[in-house]
């Protein structure tokens, strides 16, 4: 499955660091989310991006900061970040930002963070 | 907002049986999504339910959705070790947003 690409697939960092993870999907879809995934825990909703709009910041930290140049590429901005940020972050993309559409998810990024 | 809760958290199962994982909203969806995430991996879209009462199968996957609209169940026969994995179910919450539940994550036994 080579719909939604992340990269990179692993990332260590340490809380002074920036980075950034990227996520590009080849499916013609209009709209793009992250997800964070902890352990034992409900996919999180992060962002949402329709039309190259962002429609939703479900209350995320400020150190973590997006962008979606395009309607295929998208970023997520780390910086500053805290042990406890570390998980597995997923994209995903669907046809529309209606969540009546299925969403298409990246193989992920495993960020830890020293 | 509208959660939605899915039992068991886990379910270990002998290979060769059958066991079902059922997923709960608090408010009538307009549809229900069921993704599997194995291992390691990432959540792939398994199907879609929209109709009061639906039944779907995949294979020896059978999916339903309740009259209400509020409940919904995955039904798994004679499980194998390719069944391994987290189900979720998720359904719309509010524009943009897909609300997933924590998963029924499955082992297998041989």
């Known amino acids: 499955e080579t719909g939604v690409t992340q990269t990179p697939r692993h990332l260590v960092m340490g809380m002074t660091n920036k980075k950034s993870l990227k996520c590009e999907q080849h499916l013609g879809h209009n709209a793009m989310y992250w997800y964070k995934q902890s352990a034992k825990k409900p996919l999180e909703l992060m962002f949402v991006?329709?039309?190259?709009?962002?429609?939703e910041n479900n209350s995320v930290p400020s150190r973590f900061s997006p962008e979606c140049p395009n309607s295929s590429h998208l970023f997520l901005h780390l910086h500053t970040l805290q042990p406890e940020d570390s998980a597995l972050y997923l994209c995903?993309?669907?046809?529309?930002?209606?969540?009546?559409?299925?969403?298409?998810f990246g193989p992920g990024t495993r960020l830890t963070v020293t | 907002g509208q959660q939605v809760m899915q039992i068991p958290q886990y379910q270990h199962v002998q290979e060769g049986e059958d066991f079902t994982t059922y997923c709960n909203s608090s408010?009538?969806?307009?549809?229900i999504q069921w993704y599997k995430q194995r291992p390691g991996g990432h959540p792939v879209f398994l199907i879609q339910l929209v109709k009061s009462g639906e039944v779907k199968k995949q294979k020896r996957l059978t999916f339903q959705f309740g009259e209400a609209k509020k409940n919904s169940s995955l039904h798994i026969t004679a499980t194998q070790t390719t069944d391994v994995g987290t189900y979720f179910c998720a359904g719309p919450a509010r524009d943009y947003k897909l609300s997933f539940g924590a998963g029924t994550t499955v082992t297998v036994r041989a």
């Open positions: 408010t009538t969806l307009s549809n």
């Open positions: 991006y329709s039309l190259e709009e962002r429609v």
């Open positions: 995903a993309s669907s046809f529309s930002g209606d969540p009546n559409y299925e969403q298409y």
